[in-house]
């Protein structure tokens, strides 16, 4: 059964910096683009950032550009976001999701997605 | 950027109706369109990509169609489970993906 587990949520005033962990298992986790989708408080969904299978290649949305890091472990079954320089619109649940398609050398859409964690940028 | 608009944001229906939603894009995508359904506290779950198939375990009243830059998810007969929000979701801009607003079913 494919599991994407999310962890790392949480208050963080203006300007700090979060981590955000997937564990994915269920399947193999190097064979497929991964990304971090996030969804703001009543509002709807919006894609931040993107991997490539080996890591060699990395998208973000522009918002984030220069302030958070995707990267993933293949070894441990890991995605990661980092998050540096927060503000308050970033605060939402963020989401981890898989790819649809193995070995792709596109991205395209999601057919598996975690739980979410919610990460709260406020003082 | 490609910008997706859905419509309507909310939609009035009762179980048993048949409901379309449209999603337009700021230009063409082909076929590369995928439609979600997520309900309150839960993540969204896949039911059709390439902007017409259907995804494995997705009911068949459900439906999608278009290609270019006007596309439709059709449920054929509105069931109590189908109340949700739906997004679709744009991937021919490769690697930015961007989703329309979403539409709310709500119980008419």
């Known amino acids: 059964e494919v599991q994407l587990v999310e962890s790392g949520g949480g208050l963080v005033q203006p300007g700090g910096s979060l981590r955000l962990s997937c564990a994915a298992s269920?399947?193999?986790?190097?064979?497929?683009?991964m990304s971090w989708v996030r969804q703001a408080p009543g509002k709807g969904l919006e894609w931040v950032a993107n991997?490539?299978?080996?890591?060699?290649?990395?998208y973000y949305v522009d918002s984030v550009k220069g302030r958070f890091t995707i990267s993933r472990d293949n070894a441990k079954n890991s995605l990661y976001l980092q998050m540096n320089s927060l503000r308050a619109e970033d605060t939402a649940v963020y989401y981890c999701?898989?790819?649809?398609?193995?070995?792709?050398?596109?991205?395209?859409?999601?057919?598996?997605w975690g739980q979410g964690t919610l990460v709260t940028v406020s003082s | 950027d490609i910008q997706m608009t859905q419509s309507p944001s909310t939609l009035s229906a009762s179980v048993g109706d048949r409901v379309t939603i449209t999603c337009r894009a700021s230009?063409?995508?082909?076929?590369?369109l995928a439609w979600y359904q997520q309900k309150p506290g839960k993540a969204p779950k896949l039911l059709i990509y390439?902007?017409?198939s259907l995804e494995s375990g997705v009911p068949s009243r459900f439906s999608g169609s278009g290609s270019g830059t006007e596309f439709t998810l059709t449920i054929s007969s509105l069931q109590p489970d189908d109340f949700a929000t739906y997004y679709c979701?744009?991937?021919?801009?490769?690697?930015?993906?961007?989703f329309g607003g979403g539409t709310k079913v709500e119980i008419k």
């Open positions: 999701a898989r790819d649809s398609v193995a070995y792709g050398d596109y991205v395209s859409n999601f057919d598996y």
């Open positions: 269920g399947f193999t986790f190097s064979s497929y683009w």
């Open positions: 991997i490539k299978q080996d890591g060699s290649e990395k």
């Open positions: 230009q063409s995508i082909s076929s590369w």
């Open positions: 390439k902007a017409s």
């Open positions: 979701q744009q991937y021919n801009s490769y690697p930015s993906l961007t």
